[in-house]
């Protein structure tokens, strides 16, 4: 059979009907399945088949199918769905890790993926190593022959730092460590990191896949050793499984998904390059502008340089509120990949927990500004942004 193409997996791709029929997905709201005998119950904890199921802490057919669309568009041979981004990244990692253990991880994340490696994993004796993602040479001093996994954002949040997925996961595997990636900024659609050498991609469904703010959601994608074998116990056990409710959502959102991100692209490079040399920024940083510090890696990694850019405001904390504050299209938020564009404050909001010294490292000065662009009309957010930076 033909290779089916992104977009019709996107809309077909894991689909099961009941006996009725239905043409839109069916949400299976259930937290458990009946069995016929004492028996069936017996032979199914012993091994569900591949349509059975016991609990919806385990598995669901809604779930399942957002499951296998995800694996089929972002290549992998299977996906284990989780109640949030976070629940995929502590999945991925706690999963697979145990005391003495050794991560070597790319200093610039999410804070809450930080606290993660920082506080969580540290406290139950993995050791945990942090290196200038960018930065090769620190990433061979760093891998160890005894390290098991490394993990980074391939572009990181907020200030789009952008990492060699196919250089740092041949480092990795040289000592047969596994690479974790966070592939949220560059959406399925713009990387396949599968192909560039990570073993296990993790998204925040309630980013792009949904795409419109209503629910959370996260995924992991990799080998169905690792996903059915090492992540579904763990999650299975420790409650972090999504919802069939969600699950319907992200189905349903996946339909429009290249539609989207590929329209939010490209206004966010437009407006990147039509706002760099404002006289109110310091700088603008989009991965796919010439002036992006890893922009040759970028173009050759990414298909087009995402949905954020950031926007490093003059005057500091006061003249980034003064912009926020003027802004009457853009929402002030703290997601990202939605439909509406939204602005968010890193050092006050997401990375507010890390002392000055710490975001200065990380590039996060107090006028920075990740702006997440939407579906408006790109004209229509040039204005805003330009009227809000006027302000400022």
């Known amino acids: 059979m033909t290779e089916k193409q992104t977009r019709t997996k996107l809309v077909h791709a894991g689909t099961r009907r009941s006996q009725y029929g239905e043409v839109a997905e069916a949400i299976f709201l259930t937290q458990g399945f009946v069995y016929d005998t004492a028996e069936a119950a017996e032979a199914r904890f012993i091994e569900a088949g591949a349509d059975e199921f016991i609990y919806a802490r385990y598995g669901n057919p809604?779930?399942?199918?957002?499951?296998?669309?995800?694996?089929?568009?972002?290549?992998t041979e299977d996906a284990f769905a989780t109640a949030s981004g976070m629940a995929a990244v502590n999945g991925a990692l706690a999963s697979m890790l145990r005391a003495g253990d050794h991560v070597v991880?790319?200093?610039?994340?999410?804070?809450?993926?930080?606290?993660?490696?920082?506080?969580?994993?540290?406290?139950?004796?993995?050791?945990?190593?942090?290196?200038?993602?960018?930065?090769?040479?620190?990433?061979?001093?760093?891998?160890?022959?005894?390290t098991k996994a490394v993990f980074f954002e391939t572009i990181s949040?907020?200030?789009?730092?952008?990492?060699?997925?196919?250089?740092?996961?041949?480092?990795?595997?040289?000592?047969?460590a596994l690479v974790i990636v966070d592939n949220v900024f560059a959406t399925p659609i713009f990387s396949r990191a599968g192909d560039q050498g990570a073993d296990v991609?993790?998204?925040?469904?309630?980013?792009?896949?949904?795409?419109?703010?209503?629910?959370?959601?996260?995924?992991?994608?990799g080998t169905k050793e690792f996903v059915r074998k090492v992540a579904e116990p763990y999650l299975k056990h420790t409650g972090g499984s999504l919802s069939p409710f969600n699950a319907w959502v992200m189905l349903k959102a996946m339909e429009t998904l290249d539609l989207r991100v590929r329209a939010q692209a490209e206004t966010a490079l437009n407006l990147a390059e039509m706002l760099e040399g404002d006289a109110a920024l310091e700088k603008v940083i989009f991965p796919h502008l010439p002036s992006h510090p890893q922009y040759?890696?970028?173009?050759?990694?990414?298909?087009?340089?995402?949905?954020?850019?950031?926007?490093?405001?003059?005057?500091?904390?006061?003249?980034?509120?003064?912009?926020?504050?003027?802004?009457?299209?853009?929402?002030?938020?703290?997601?990202?990949?939605?439909?509406?564009?939204?602005?968010?404050?890193?050092?006050?909001?997401?990375?507010?927990r890390l002392t000055p010294e710490q975001r200065a490292g990380l590039g996060i000065t107090d006028g920075l500004i990740r702006l997440s662009v939407g579906l408006e009309d790109a004209g229509d957010l040039l204005r805003d942004l330009q009227t809000a930076l006027a302000a400022v």
């Open 62 to 75: 809604t779930v399942r199918m957002f499951e296998d669309r995800i694996a089929a568009v972002e290549g």
């Open 296 to 352: 040759d890696l970028a173009r050759a990694q990414m298909a087009a340089g995402g949905t954020v850019l950031a926007l490093d405001i003059k005057g500091g904390k006061d003249g980034a509120f003064r912009f926020l504050n003027a802004l009457e299209i853009v929402t002030i938020s703290n997601n990202l990949g939605d439909a509406k564009s939204i602005a968010t404050h890193p050092a006050t909001t997401t990375h507010q």
């Open 105 to 146: 991880s790319a200093r610039a994340l999410f804070g809450s993926c930080l606290y993660i490696l920082e506080e969580v994993l540290t406290r139950y004796g993995v050791e945990v190593t942090f290196v200038d993602g960018t930065d090769l040479a620190a990433w061979r001093a760093a891998i160890r022959p005894d």
């Open 157 to 176: 949040n907020p200030t789009l730092e952008v990492i060699d997925i196919e250089a740092v996961s041949k480092l990795a595997h040289a000592v047969g």
């Open 201 to 221: 991609i993790v998204y925040s469904a309630t980013k792009h896949i949904d795409g419109q703010g209503r629910c959370l959601g996260g995924v992991i994608c």
